[in-house]
């Protein structure tokens, strides 16, 4: 099993906002409110989180766990409203290397047709995917295009940090 390093924190609403550090390097994330099934979030490697009741059932009948080289791990949590609900990872070999030379898929010579760069993580991301997946964003006339939910609210918390010239991306 590997370790997830899986952080839960309690909202003042009662709810809870659980992330982990995938092997790739992000910081994927979901927030769960009581009397909510499940909610999942992807990562830029493939691999796939959920939290919730329905965490592993979302997981299944999407086969991730089915994925050759993927690995399901359930992780329970005490959710602040008193149930036990579950962590579960879809975890398979990471897209990128876990160590030295993570680039989050940045393309040599500029960016591919179709592609944009996450401005808070440096990632590059599909624009299809990005806007299905309701990860965007809009400031001042612009489109910005995210790799998951914490890095766009990241970025709608303070445009102005990110899109300063002097601000380098990171994990």
């Given at each position: 099993?590997v370790?997830?390093?899986?952080?839960i924190d309690?909202?003042?609403?009662n709810s809870?906002?659980?992330?982990?550090t995938?092997?790739c390097?992000c910081n994927?994330g979901v927030?769960?409110?009581?009397?909510?099934?499940?909610?999942?979030e992807g990562?830029?490697?493939g691999?796939?989180?959920?939290v919730?009741?329905?965490?592993?059932?979302?997981i299944?009948s999407?086969?991730?766990?089915?994925k050759?080289?993927?690995?399901?791990?359930?992780?329970?949590?005490?959710?602040?409203?008193?149930?036990?609900?579950d962590?579960?990872?879809?975890?398979?070999q990471?897209?990128?290397p876990?160590e030295?030379?993570?680039d989050?898929?940045?393309?040599?010579?500029?960016l591919a047709?179709?592609?944009?760069?996450?401005p808070v993580?440096?990632?590059?991301?599909?624009?299809?995917?990005?806007t299905?997946?309701?990860?965007t964003?809009?400031?001042a006339?612009?489109?910005?295009y995210?790799?998951?939910?914490g890095?766009?609210?990241?970025?709608e918390?303070?445009p102005?940090?990110?899109?300063?010239?002097?601000y380098?991306?990171?994990?």
């Amino acid at each position: 099993m590997v370790d997830m390093h899986l952080q839960i924190d309690v909202r003042p609403d009662n709810s809870i906002f659980a992330s982990y550090t995938c092997p790739c390097g992000c910081n994927p994330g979901v927030a769960l409110k009581a009397g909510t099934d499940v909610a999942t979030e992807g990562c830029c490697c493939g691999n796939e989180f959920a939290v919730g009741h329905g965490a592993r059932h979302a997981i299944e009948s999407r086969g991730f766990a089915a994925k050759p080289g993927f690995a399901l791990q359930v992780v329970p949590v005490q959710a602040p409203w008193g149930e036990q609900i579950d962590a579960v990872w879809a975890v398979g070999q990471s897209e990128h290397p876990a160590e030295g030379g993570h680039d989050h898929g940045h393309e040599e010579g500029g960016l591919a047709a179709g592609r944009a760069i996450d401005p808070v993580c440096g990632m590059t991301v599909d624009v299809v995917a990005a806007t299905g997946k309701g990860l965007t964003f809009n400031h001042a006339g612009s489109d910005y295009y995210f790799c998951g939910k914490g890095c766009k609210l990241d970025f709608e918390e303070e445009p102005g940090r990110y899109l300063d010239p002097t601000y380098v991306p990171s994990m």
